[in-house]
């Protein structure tokens, strides 16, 4: 069983509009969830970190974080094609260990 | 700025020929940690390193192996490349100590295997 699931995707989503990313963890003393965004290629650079259950947001990201559903979610507002990438969400599996376990990514394409 | 290297960017190598990838950071971070990527999957984490403690993942084969001589810089040496190493290895770094566990990666390093 995977300890962190994504969809795979492609998600596609016209400009302008707002990208809903999602993933979902099987370790309820995970503490610690990050998005990351990778261009084809290149790699992953992180956006987004939050540890409480709730909003947390910057700029047109957004992070929402339910740890009793064991459910972190990533919106993005107004997207632009420069958004199109893979997200990998990546969580800290046992308290206190400095170990991410990854997500295998979602693939989003804007389109203009 | 404080920042994660890797060289170098692109790596041909032969079948069977043993290679060194480096990584070097200016964050000063405790933690450094290599990951193989292969395309459309998650990355892989192969071994890290908190301070000099060693940290080998019981999966990744003996062919791979690291060294940290102090604590800007570490290495990932293969020493015999297989066609199923070709990949982009990872080099990223967090601070420890307790946390935030915040992991940040240098460019990669594109292994080819011929």
């Known amino acids: 069983q995977k300890e962190v699931e994504q969809n795979s995707g492609p998600l596609s989503v016209p400009e302008g509009a707002i990208a809903s990313l999602n993933c979902t963890y099987s370790d309820r003393g995970s503490q610690s969830f990050f998005w990351y965004r990778q261009y084809s290629g290149k790699s992953p650079e992180l956006i987004m970190s939050i540890y409480s259950n709730g909003d947390k947001e910057d700029g047109r990201f957004t992070a929402q974080l339910n740890k009793a559903s064991q459910y972190v979610s990533l919106l993005i507002r107004d997207s632009q094609p420069s958004d199109s990438a893979t997200y990998l969400c990546a969580v800290e599996t046992n308290f206190g260990n400095e170990k991410l376990t990854f997500g295998t990514g979602t693939r989003l394409t804007i389109i203009p | 700025d404080a920042m994660v290297i890797q060289n170098p960017r692109y790596q041909v190598t032969q079948f069977g020929k043993p290679v060194t990838l480096s990584c070097s950071q200016t964050?000063?971070?405790?933690?450094m940690y290599w990951y193989q990527q292969k395309s459309s999957q998650a990355p892989k984490l192969l071994f890290h390193y908190y301070d000099k403690d060693f940290n080998n993942e019981a999966d990744t084969p003996d062919n791979f192996q690291s060294r940290r001589p102090n604590t800007s810089f570490c290495f990932l040496d293969i020493r015999s490349p297989g066609l199923g190493d070709a990949a982009m290895y990872l080099c990223?770094?967090?601070?420890?100590?307790?946390?935030?566990?915040?992991?940040?990666f240098g460019p990669g390093t594109r292994l080819t295997v011929t």
């Open positions: 964050l000063n971070h405790n933690v």
């Open positions: 990223a770094t967090s601070r420890g100590a307790g946390g935030p566990y915040e992991q940040y």
